[in-house]
Every structure is written in structure tokens, then in C-alpha cells.
């Protein structure tokens, strides 16, 4: 099950109002861009990638390398990458990188986020994601119950936008471009459809003490964590690149159009 913070949604308002980076009495607003992209190898996740080929393919690095040249057309000040928050590790591999003493892996947060930040010049790179503390305790008699019906349930939901959605993504993934597939990843429709998933999973399991509920609970906090930490280091400034699973794109476009101190920037512009 996903983790998250049980005070995601106290610590954000907390946040904004006593001395957020991002606050009333600066300004100028941050331009942001999230930009949902797909696993480009294995992850044990809701999704898995169906990628027949390695991005580290000459094919594939191509590919990578026309869409860094196009996102670097935004000129972003800060790449902020999906990884736990201040991890050490992806800092120092981030400076092997850029001192030439780091080989990239075949994953988005390297190919597309190392390789953006570096493009820009800039000689750090910002992870932002956390999970936090569960929502559910997974040792208890409850948490048990919910964590037995999750893994017997998630292929069950019957949601034809959100399959219809993976189905295009299956297929892009296989017998697309990178490219292709990033351009359908951040339209409307397809950010919409993922996130239906959520509105029907949410009123499953409530025999197995409200389980869909307390999954989509943990997704959403997590999401509200993650745009916390979003905040913690932009300033106004700013022009910024958040690169991460398509499936977060929803909220977070969402908290960003939403701050009067933000600017949204949709990443088609820039994937033309």
C-alpha cells in the first residue's frame, strides 16, 4: 500500500500561512510545470511499464535527448524529481553526473530529470516525494482486512475511462515514441481518466472495514505532502520542471492552478 501523512492537509495550510517561500507578501509567481510521464523500466506499482526495449538504447536515448531539448525550451531554473525527499543519494549521484563519474540508469527521474537539470545548468537537483506515516496500521486486525482486499481487488475495478486509458498507454508504450507517448500522457483526457480509478476504487471494500476508502485516503495525503514539499523550494522566481508518475498529475496541476501565487505551465507546449 502507498504511505502517506494522516496532517497532509494541516501541515499544507500551516505551511502557507506561517512563512511558506511562496507567500502573500512576495512577488511575482513561480511558473510550474508538472509533467506526468510513464516508468520507463519495471516498478512495482499500479502500473507496470510493457516497454519491450531499453531506454538505454541508441533508439531510446534519442528520443530522450529530443525531449530534453524541447522542455529545455521552458528554460527551468529547478528540475524537482520524483525521490524521497533530500535524499542524499540522488544529490551525490547528481554531481557524479554533472563532474562526468555517474552513468545514468534507464529511469525517468535519471534520463528526464538529471539530464533536464543539467541541460539548465543547474548544478542541483530538488526530490520531492515522500509517503509519511501510514494512515493505516498494516499490523493490526483492521489494517489486515484492508490490506487482504487490496490485493485481491485492484483488478477487479471496473472503470472503462481508466482502462481505455491504459490500453493507449500499453500501446504507445510498445509501438510508440517517447515522445508519443509523454504528448497523450499530458492531455486532459488521459490525466482525467487515471484519476478516475480513484473516484470508483473509493467506494469498494467497505465490508472489509472501508478498505478503497482508506487506500484513496493515503493517495490523496500523499499527494498533498508531495505538494507541500513542491512549495518548500520554489521562489518566486522560479521556472520549474516537476517530473514524476502521470498518476500524481491530477492533484498537483490542480493545488498549482489553484495557488494565486503560481503560474501553471502545460508541458504540450513545450512537447510540440
Do not use: C
Not at 512577488?27 to 520507463?40: D, E, R
Not at 525527499?85 to 553526473?97: H, K, N
Amino acid at each position: 500500500m502507498r504511505n502517506v501523512r494522516v496532517f497532509g492537509a494541516l501541515s499544507l495550510a500551516f505551511f502557507l500561512l506561517l512563512g511558506a517561500p511562496i507567500g502573500a507578501t512576495e512577488t511575482g509567481n513561480a511558473k510550474v510545470m508538472i509533467l506526468g510521464v510513464a516508468h520507463l523500466i519495471a516498478k512495482r506499482d499500479v502500473h507496470n511499464s510493457v516497454f519491450e526495449d531499453s531506454p538505454l538504447s541508441p533508439t531510446r536515448q534519442a528520443q530522450i535527448a529530443g525531449i530534453v531539448l524541447r522542455l529545455a525550451r521552458f528554460h527551468p531554473t529547478k528540475v524537482l524529481v520524483e525521490a524521497p525527499m533530500d535524499d542524499p543519494l540522488v544529490a551525490d549521484q547528481y554531481r557524479r553526473y554533472l563532474a562526468g563519474r555517474f552513468a545514468l540508469p534507464g529511469d525517468e527521474l535519471h534520463q528526464f530529470g538529471f539530464r533536464l537539470a543539467a541541460s539548465a545548468g543547474d548544478g542541483a537537483i530538488y526530490p520531492i516525494d515522500t509517503f509519511g506515516p501510514h494512515l493505516v496500521d498494516d499490523t493490526t486486525p483492521s489494517g489486515k482486512r484492508i490490506d487482504t482486499y487490496l490485493k485481491t481487488a485492484f483488478t477487479s475495478v471496473s472503470d472503462a475511462p481508466a482502462d481505455a486509458y491504459t490500453a493507449r498507454m500499453n500501446s504507445l508504450e510498445l509501438n510508440g515514441t517517447y515522445l508519443d507517448l509523454l504528448r497523450y500522457l499530458n492531455t486532459d483526457a488521459a490525466i482525467k481518466a487515471n484519476a478516475s480509478f480513484y473516484s470508483v476504487f473509493v467506494g469498494m471494500g467497505r465490508a472489509a472495514d472501508n478498505a478503497g476508502s482508506a487506500y484513496v485516503s493515503q493517495w490523496y495525503a500523499r499527494n498533498t505532502y508531495i505538494f507541500s514539499n513542491i512549495l518548500s523550494v520554489i521562489r518566486p522566481v522560479d521556472r520549474v520542471v516537476v517530473i514524476l508518475g502521470q498518476g500524481h498529475e491530477y492533484l498537483l496541476r490542480e493545488f498549482v492552478r489553484l495557488n494565486p501565487h503560481l503560474v501553471s505551465v502545460n508541458p504540450l507546449n513545450y512537447l510540440r
